[in-house]
């Protein structure tokens, strides 16, 4: 059995404290069989630290990107677009839009999201979308720059049914976190078990948002298996069938991501 933690962050974790390298953290995950990874940008500052830090494991890919919640000082088109073109980058983002922590800054998240999708698209490489109490606009944003052309992902996904299936009809899968084992996650639960197998991917998000039984801890990619697990019994399926439907999926979208 193989599994892909399709999001994670693993730059971010408490080195020195609660983790003690990367190393120890991927081999805790290849204990539980996740064997790949996709360690996500945030920030164009942090970029080629990011990227070092994962150098020496060619089990792990990049992406590249200014969350939407990183906006100061903003994303700088030009020089995104450079460090994207890095062979090691397989997706670019994450971007999206955030309304729910910061609805004050809308257009400028509409602005970076747009420049993203135009990179994404200058080098054909699928999109990692972050999106939350912004639907309508997210949707729109994707449809007017054109972002069924490469496809991508809506990562760490809490949003309808009906979001999922006009992202879908654009190409893009969905990928489920550990937010869909908490306690009052009914909705989304019942959104994960109506998605079509062949369009969902599993993430961690780590260091944030820990699934059960691991809440109140600092989550690590090897807790993909829990959500993975979780997913597979709420769909009344083998955790081997929801594996493999993910870890394919998972080079589907991301073609230049190499086993």
Known sequence: MLLVDSHCHLDRLSYGSKQ???ADVL???????????????????????????????????????????????GVNAELLLTQAADPRVVAIGETGLDYFYSPENKEVQQA???????????????????????????????????????????????????????????GFYISISGIATFKNAGALQDVVKALPLDRLLVETDSPYLAPVPHRGRENEPAFVRDVAQFIADL???PLTELAQATTNN?????????Q
């Open 235 to 237: 769909r009344q399926i």
């Open 112 to 170: 970076s999201f747009r420049e993203h999708i135009r990179v994404a698209r200058a080098l054909n490489k699928p999109l990692i979308i972050h999106t939350r109490d912004a639907q309508q606009d997210t949707l729109q944003i994707m449809r007017e720059e054109g972002a069924e052309q490469v496809g991508g992902v809506l990562h760490c996904f809490t949003e309808s049914l009906e979001m999922a299936q006009a992202a879908m009809a654009m």
């Open 27 to 73: 081999a805790n995950a290849a204990a539980r069989d996740v064997g790949y990874f996709l360690c996500v940008s945030v920030t164009q500052a942090q970029f080629p630290t990011m990227l070092e830090a994962i150098a020496p494991y060619p089990q792990v890919f990049a992406s590249c990107g200014v969350h939407p919640l990183n906006q100061d000082p």
């Open 250 to 258: 998972f080079f589907a979208l991301f073609k230049w991501a190499k």
């Open 20 to 22: 003690s390298c990367m």
